[in-house]
């Protein structure tokens, strides 16, 4: 599991530290954390779903808030709980970065997934992203 939550950081909301060998691998570990606070078991939300997943930033750091803004927009609007896919594709173009992949999951369903909180948004309270030796780190706070 590689993200963990954090205790004590914000008082109404969720906190979380995530990290991956790979930039890639930190967008997974970023997503799945999120996802993790919506539902009491990510892993029980199954791949049924495949749905391609686009985000910007001028930064690592503002790709990383855009594409967790994208999964729970996705939430919203289409109702769907979703993975982020390791193996997206990130391009940078004329100052922009871009990442292009997939997300695997489901409809949420409240009896299955065993709804734990809302996540209204990604904030940017104490948002980070950084490199230490050989991986990635994020820390994030979500409005709940």
Known sequence: MPYEY?????MADVAFHAWGRT???LLCAAGDAMLGVMVE???RVEPATLRKIAAEGGTEEMLLYSLL???LY???VSGLLLRLVAGGEIR???GILSYEGVAAGEPVNA???NIAVDVKAVTM???SLYRKEDSWHCTVVLDT
Do not use: C
């Open 6 to 10: 954090l205790e004590d950081v914000a």
């Open 41 to 43: 078991n990510p892993l």
């Open 23 to 25: 930039f890639d691998g």
């Open 111 to 113: 009896d299955r997934h």
């Open 125 to 127: 309270h104490m948002f």
């Open 74 to 76: 996705q939430k919203d």
């Open 92 to 94: 940078e173009r004329s």
């Open 69 to 71: 803004e994208e999964l």
